[in-house]
């Protein structure tokens, strides 16, 4: 069974085609990615309007692309994504799903985003045994405890104000770095010395909830120590504040996750979303995990941004689990949470 998947909740037009084969496997087929995000560099983060118009150019060429790289000439279902997201954004991708599915006959599965960030490891490293997730993105920031594939997922804890690639790009925008700030921060970050300024761990206080996360004390402490430079007149050195603001990231993301591994009882631990593409990250997440014995899966860093190879690897699970169809008429929610 060929599934297709539509990813329009940011600013990535994503159309990824996977096939769901009779034992139960997922194998990826096509995956095919527009992105606007050169459009919202002068704004400095992505503007709404901007990204809905440039989901509405790209989404027919791209989904004709995916499907001309799988060698088919449609899907036996098509899934899209339906929140949570930008309303706009999410309204083009998912009425072009629907439209499509109503045009070929086939089922419609609407998609949550967060879980498809979590499903997408399975079309590399296949079936996901019960874990934890941990998905760090510009827009979320969360610890999940999964079941099984296509089951429900539920919520360990999240974050109570910025999510961890929105405190890189604000951290980035204080640098003067440019947008979007993850990856740019991140190779600064390697020439600097992550021992040199001693930043805040947000929510790591003995009555701290054990599973939230919170990044404004920290974005605050940085915004603080520049102004503290310029007010000195001292050079503002970058790669040192960006180093240590890394490893006060990666410190406080890895040893929660790999905590809350054995506060749930599951020995795997799963990374998603664009910042699980930071190298520190990745690299304390398996130090961590080695020490406590954890395996760690982390998908490819294509694959942990936005994309639409996770709608469809979600769909076709969904639809290995026996899940119905969702009907043509269901809405999209920009807030929807797993
Ligand atoms: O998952 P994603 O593509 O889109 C959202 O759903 O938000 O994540 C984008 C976020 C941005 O904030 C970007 O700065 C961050 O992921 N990011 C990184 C890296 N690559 C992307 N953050 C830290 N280090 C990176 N290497
Ligand atoms: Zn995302």
Redesign the pocket.
């Known amino acids: 069974m060929i599934v297709m998947g539509i990813e329009s909740?940011?600013d990535?037009t994503g159309v990824g085609i996977v096939e769901l084969r009779p034992d139960g496997t997922v194998t990826l087929l096509a995956d095919e990615v527009a992105s606007s995000v050169d459009q919202h560099v002068r704004f400095g983060g992505v503007v709404p309007e901007i990204a809905s118009r440039a989901h509405l150019e790209a989404i027919v060429p791209t989904m004709r692309r995916a499907l001309a790289t799988a060698g088919i000439a449609k899907p036996d279902v098509v899934a899209a994504t339906i929140g949570p997201g930008l309303a706009g954004a999410l309204l083009v991708g998912s009425a072009a799903a629907k439209a499509y599915a109503a045009a070929w006959g086939v089922p419609f599965y609407g998609i949550n985003?967060l879980g498809s960030?979590v499903a997408v490891d399975a079309l590399e490293h296949g079936p996901l045994p019960a874990s934890v997730a941990l998905l760090i993105?510009?827009?979320?920031t969360q610890l999940l405890h999964i079941r099984s594939l296509g089951e429900p997922i539920e919520e360990l804890g999240t974050t109570v104000d910025d999510?961890?690639?929105?405190a890189?790009?604000k951290v980035a925008r204080l640098l003067g770095l440019g947008y979007?700030?993850?990856?740019v921060?991140?190779k600064l970050a390697r020439t600097g010395d992550p021992r040199a300024i001693a930043f805040p761990r947000g929510m790591t206080g003995p009555r701290d909830a054990r599973h939230a996360f919170s990044f404004s004390g920290l974005k605050t402490a940085v915004a603080r120590y520049v102004e503290k430079c310029e007010r000195t007149g001292e050079p503002v050195p970058t790669a040192d504040v960006a180093a240590s603001f890394q490893e006060a990231v990666a410190d406080v993301l890895t040893m929660k996750a790999v905590r809350a591994c054995t506060d749930v009882g599951v020995s795997t631990l799963l990374l998603g979303?664009?910042?699980a593409?930071?190298?520190r990250?990745r690299e304390l997440a398996e130090e961590r995990c080695a020490a406590a014995g954890v395996e760690l899966r982390v998908p490819s860093r294509r694959l942990?941004?936005?994309n639409g190879a996770m709608v469809a690897s979600l769909g076709a699970h969904l639809v290995a689990a026996g899940a119905q169809p969702s009907p043509l008429t269901v809405a999209t929610d920009p807030g929807l949470s797993v």
Do not use: I, R
Request: proline residues 6%.
């Open positions: 909740s940011c990535e985003h960030h993105s510009g827009g979320h999510a961890a690639g929105e890189y790009d979007p700030g993850g990856p921060l991140d979303g664009g910042v593409a930071n190298s990250v942990c941004t936005d």
